[in-house]
């Protein structure tokens, strides 16, 4: 079962900062939690992963709680072409054996 | 680098028929993994290979699916015989070596499947 929630859907005008919020209470303390994203008819894109400390890459940028037990995805400056189903996931096994446990994702919908 | 490769990228056959889907993962990555989306299960983790060699394939359905990975860069998902109800989006992905905190899996396009 995937370890997240997230909500179904969101709304985001263009231009402005997209902020996807990801639940994840039940994480162990090596578990990473990983963000894809799903454009329509194409295969999952990796966007960004962490553990404990906030990360930023040219995509996005995470944000996790002291806690460990939810995260902020951000898009900074969203552009209808970041309308796609968005991803947060959490690792679990160890060194040769770990998977990536999808949950149902957040349609993110970017509007003009 | 032309990324993960599948096909084919569409396949319509009848129930019964013998289904082989092909996947050519990105040069020097280690992990192969084959998934399965429909609507009503979302993306799920179906077989996958570290070095070639399988590693996990609780999530294959059945008996009727198979997966091989005979080299480094070429792998296999076979269903046979085949019903409608294996009708989805398969996507085959490869991740490079496990260097910790780098598990970042690389996607094909995925071949869409139809069972009439």
């Known amino acids: 079962d995937a370890k997240t929630t997230q909500p179904t859907s969101m709304d985001c005008a263009e231009g402005r900062a997209a902020n996807l919020p990801c639940n994840h209470s039940t994480i162990s303390g090596n578990e990473y939690v990983y963000w894809y994203r799903q454009i329509h008819s194409q295969g999952p894109q990796y966007i960004i992963h962490?553990?404990?400390?906030?990360e930023t890459n040219e995509m996005a940028s995470l944000i996790i709680t002291e806690d460990r037990k939810s995260s902020t995805l951000i898009l900074p400056h969203a552009t209808l072409r970041d309308t796609a189903v968005y991803y947060c996931?959490?690792?679990?096994?160890?060194?040769?054996?770990?998977?990536?446990?999808w949950g149902a994702g957040t349609k993110l919908i970017i509007k003009p | 680098d032309a990324g993960v490769i599948q096909s084919p990228r569409h396949e319509v056959t009848e129930m019964g028929q013998e289904v082989t889907l092909r996947c050519k993962p990105i040069s020097g990555h280690d992990y192969l993994f084959w998934y399965r989306q429909t609507m009503m299960r979302g993306l799920e983790l179906l077989i996958y290979f570290n070095n070639n060699v399988p590693i996990d394939d609780s999530g294959m359905p059945e008996d009727r699916f198979s997966a091989k990975m005979p080299n480094a860069s070429f792998s296999t998902l076979k269903i046979q015989p085949s019903e409608p109800r294996d009708s989805a989006v398969y996507f085959c992905?490869?991740?490079?070596?496990?260097?910790?905190?780098?598990?970042?899996?690389?996607f094909g396009a995925g071949t869409r499947l139809s069972v009439l």
């Open positions: 992905a490869s991740s490079p070596r496990i260097q910790l905190a780098k598990n970042i899996q690389y």
């Open positions: 962490g553990l404990k400390n906030n």
């Open positions: 996931i959490v690792r679990v096994g160890f060194s040769s054996n770990y998977q990536l446990i």
